[in-house]
């Protein structure tokens, strides 16, 4: 039976399961709580837009996006994003889904902590973002209706999630600090890790080999 959450319908197709199930395996509740509500406040954005998109990609590029804080797909060598949208693209290709299609999750998971940008993109794209601010931001909070996010929450609570998401941020970057330049994440660095210093874009092009 499909199951309904604040009138969204979570995908139940072989591959849909497939996510949840690997999703369940290697994620911590927090991420499997929290994922989950970023497929469902992006469903509810896209439908308060109007926009029309693949829900099952939704689903996965949702499901996956913090794969790369999970111990088993987590790497040292590039940012936590890559390593989602690194494993979301291989489990669509071996389900089947067409190399465009992969690509766009691809794009969503890698750009999902990005600003702006993937939302002038492909709505797959977009309402991944969309359902991460929402959800970790609370942009977009009143764009949908206090039901629906006691819907939302009912079904996936949120207990403490401001304090234990900046922790889990902080566990799945600390032995990777490099890979926080020019984005959000150097920020929970900055908060959270004793002598944490940023790299400095300016200080990049000063130093770079160019003589002048």
Excluded: C
Excluded at 15 to 34: C, I, K, N, Q, R
Excluded at 83 to 89: N, S, T, V, Y
Excluded at 109 to 137: F, K, W, Y
Excluded at 186 to 204: C, I
Aim: negative net charge; without cysteine.
């Amino acid at each position: 039976m499909t199951e309904t959450i604040a009138g969204i319908q979570i995908p139940d197709s072989t591959m849909a399961a497939a996510a949840t199930e690997l999703l369940a395996d290697v994620a911590s509740p927090l991420v499997f709580h929290h994922s989950r509500r970023v497929f469902l406040f992006g469903s509810l954005r896209g439908q308060e837009q109007q926009l029309t998109y693949d829900p099952e990609l939704l689903y996965v590029g949702a499901m996956f996006h913090d794969l790369g804080l999970t111990d088993r797909y987590r790497r040292t060598d590039q940012r936590f994003e890559i390593d989602a949208a690194d494993e979301a693209r291989r489990f669509l290709l071996s389900h089947g889904v067409s190399p465009d299609s992969a690509e766009n999750v691809w794009a969503a998971i890698a750009l999902h902590t990005t600003p702006e940008i993937p939302l002038h993109m492909a709505p797959e794209i977009a309402l991944v973002t969309r359902g991460v601010e929402l959800d970790v931001l609370g942009i977009g909070y009143d764009a949908i209706t206090e039901d629906q996010r006691a819907a939302v929450v009912a079904a996936h609570p949120r207990p403490d999630f401001k304090n234990q998401i900046l922790g889990a941020f902080h566990q799945g970057l600390k032995d990777r600090p490099h890979t926080t330049f020019g984005n959000v994440k150097a920020d929970v660095l900055a908060h959270f890790e004793p002598g944490f210093e940023r790299t400095s874009f300016v200080d990049v092009i000063r130093g770079s080999a160019w003589p002048e």
